[in-house]
């Protein structure tokens, strides 16, 4: 993720019609959520844009509890990550192993 997430979240809303699928409680799959946002075709200028949106304390890091409510960005029905979905989510963009993601 190095939450890569780009773009703005208002602009990806229009872009989920399938996103109801990550709405059931414990159906988040980040590696489908990474496909849904095109992860891999964003800017690195966009992708910093989407991390400072993530990074709502602006420590320069996105912590597990920033990241328990990225849903609700996407869609008025978004629901908070459980427990198990934030954990797999911050390890797969934990790449140092420090607990959060950093910008880089």
């Given at each position: 993720?190095?939450?890569?997430?780009?773009?703005?979240?208002?602009?990806?809303?229009?872009?989920?019609?399938g996103f109801?699928?990550?709405?059931?409680a414990?159906?988040?799959?980040?590696?489908?959520?990474f496909?849904?946002?095109?992860?891999k075709?964003?800017?690195?200028e966009?992708v910093?844009?989407?991390?400072?949106?993530?990074?709502?304390?602006?420590?320069?890091?996105?912590?597990?509890?920033?990241l328990?409510?990225?849903?609700?960005?996407?869609?008025?029905?978004?629901?908070?990550?459980?427990?198990?979905?934030?954990?797999?989510?911050?390890?797969?963009?934990?790449?140092d192993?420090?607990?959060?993601?950093?910008?880089?």
């Amino acid at each position: 993720i190095r939450v890569c997430v780009t773009i703005c979240f208002h602009d990806f809303s229009k872009q989920f019609s399938g996103f109801s699928s990550l709405i059931a409680a414990e159906s988040f799959n980040y590696k489908k959520f990474f496909e849904m946002v095109g992860l891999k075709k964003k800017s690195p200028e966009d992708v910093k844009k989407v991390f400072h949106i993530l990074d709502k304390d602006q420590s320069g890091f996105i912590e597990e509890d920033e990241l328990k409510f990225v849903l609700k960005g996407f869609t008025p029905d978004g629901r908070d990550l459980s427990d198990t979905e934030t954990k797999a989510l911050l390890a797969a963009g934990d790449k140092d192993g420090d607990g959060k993601i950093g910008a880089d």
